[in-house]
């Protein structure tokens, strides 16, 4: 009975890119596992972006510094 977990910052992701990734991981795990569909569990977590960090940065202030400069 795999359980997966996905979390990814609340930036608009949709119904329908939410529903792909769950049919994706569900058939990912059926076809890499031999794991049944029927008792896969996906949770899909949306972390607001103040909660979220990377490079002992806020995703904010990180991406900011990742952003090639505007001429």
Do not use: H
């Not at 990912?28 to 569990?41: E, G, I, Q, R, Y």
């Not at 972006?49 to 001429?71: F, H, I, M, Q, S």
């Amino acid at each position: 009975m795999p359980f997966v977990n996905i979390q990814v910052t609340r930036e608009g992701v949709t119904a329908e890119q939410k529903a792909r990734l769950i049919e994706g991981v569900t058939t990912l795990l059926s076809d890499v596992l031999d794991k049944d569909p029927s008792t896969t569990f996906v949770v899909i977590d949306e972390i607001a972006l103040e909660n979220w960090g990377v490079g002992g940065l806020p995703v904010e202030a990180y991406r900011a510094l990742k952003r090639p400069a505007k001429t």
